[in-house]
């Protein structure tokens, strides 16, 4: 009988639990989108977050997490993580037994980072709501994680170039999830196109109330869950993240009452969202009452942010690029306002990378606004390639009738 190795129950107890937290946020996605777009298009687009969900988990399972831990991992030279990086391949070479850290094993580490890898694709998709077939969907999902989301894995969270070679500093997805998500989503948008027929807004608002709420509740693994045992710093995100997305809420809600002459419940909801998203890559990394001030300039920002899209007539239906882009930005350069050695002793290490508190403020700007580009613009490239083999956009009558009729052949709803 072969002996078993022997982890910290505590913390593995606890990334089992954040990891499924994190799993629930994708649902939780699914629901928040749902009820933002018309009663004819809800199955269409909580498909594609649940699709997600399963797809991810093969290509993860396949060759994913090889791609993004395991290479020249540490070694900081390898720096796109889709050069030779298949050693890990069906997690060949692990086992039960198999440890992570002292903490944890192994399988709880990738099972964890699946679910991020699930979740971030899934956020592109608010944006081109009610326009995009599904076939043309399933291969932008599968190219954007081998060509974005893994790469940006290995360099940030594997061992890779940004990290190791700049010092970047990302706790729990600002650049890898967010930023990414958000520029590739302002690419769709102005790829595909405006909506052909008006929708009528959000269809069921308590919908989007349940989806905030998974959301909200699945964040505090996302982000306590990324220090990947329990600690002081695990407490101090899992306490950050509530302050900035309470601050964003009450920010949006108060600008929205004060502009619009409305306190609006979606208005409320989305400040939350923009909260936890801006927070997300420096829960870790500051104290409580720079989170305060976080949540404040996510709401206000992110609040601007919409606003100037609409000004600019971008069709993101779903405030992709306003909440996700631009808090995930913000949220890395606060990073580098903000952070604290006294919080974490990573960040002390990155201010002697980069020569000080200036030059690390300049490099998580320049990083991140770097990797929001390369994102925009493969992801407008991915997309015309995409559309010579498979049409990206529906038809009109498509759209009209609704894309959960015309491309699923279900409602979500029975007839009137």
């Known amino acids: 009988m072969v002996a078993l190795a022997t982890f910290d129950t505590g913390s593995t107890g606890f990334m089992l639990v954040a990891t499924s937290l994190v799993m629930l946020m994708t649902p939780g996605l699914a629901f928040f989108y749902g009820g933002l777009v018309g009663r004819k298009h809800t199955l269409t687009i909580m498909t594609q977050s649940f699709v997600s969900l399963a797809w991810t988990t093969v290509i993860w399972f396949i060759c994913g997490y090889s791609l993004c831990f395991s290479g020249t991992m540490g070694e900081g030279t390898d720096f796109f993580g889709l050069i030779g990086n298949f050693k890990l391949a069906f997690l060949k070479g692990t086992d039960l037994n198999t440890p992570f850290s002292d903490a944890i094993p192994l399988y709880v580490f990738v099972a964890y980072q699946m679910m991020f890898a699930i979740i971030t694709p899934a956020l592109i998709t608010g944006a081109f709501a009610n326009r995009v077939r599904f076939s043309a969907y399933m291969v932008f999902l599968t190219l954007w994680l081998f060509f974005v989301y893994f790469p940006l894995v290995h360099m940030v969270w594997g061992g890779g170039l940004l990290a190791t070679n700049f010092g970047v500093l990302d706790f729990a997805g600002g650049i890898v999830v967010h930023a990414s998500a958000g520029m590739a989503a302002l690419a769709s948008v102005l790829f595909v196109g405006k909506r052909r027929s008006a929708d009528s807004g959000p269809h069921s608002i308590p919908l989007v109330a349940l989806g905030t709420g998974l959301l909200w509740f699945g964040w505090y693994g996302f982000n306590a869950g990324s220090e990947l045992e329990v600690d002081t710093i695990t407490a101090t995100a899992f306490l950050n993240t509530d302050i900035a997305a309470s601050f964003a809420a009450t920010t949006w809600l108060a600008l929205a009452w004060i502009l619009e002459r409305k306190p609006k419940f979606v208005g409320l909801l989305t400040g939350a969202v923009a909260g936890l998203a801006t927070i997300t890559p420096a829960a870790g990394f500051v104290t409580p009452f720079y989170a305060m001030i976080i ?34 930005v913000i949220g890395v350069i606060m990073l580098g306002l903000f952070g604290s050695a006294a919080v974490n002793p990573m960040v002390a290490d990155s201010l002697a990378l980069a020569g000080g508190r200036g030059g690390f403020i300049l490099t998580q700007t320049i990083v991140v606004l770097i990797v929001g580009l390369y994102c925009f613009l493969f992801t407008w490239a991915m997309l015309a390639v995409i559309n010579m083999f498979i049409t990206v ?22 007839a009137d």
């Open 295 to 328: 949540g404040i300039a996510a709401g206000a920002v992110c609040y601007g942010a919409v606003a100037l899209k609409n000004k600019l007539n971008w069709d993101d239906a779903l405030d992709v690029w306003g909440v996700h882009g631009v808090g995930g």
């Open 393 to 414: 956009r529906v038809t009109k009558e498509e759209e009209e009738s609704g894309l959960d009729a015309s491309l699923h052949g279900e409602s979500a709803y029975m």
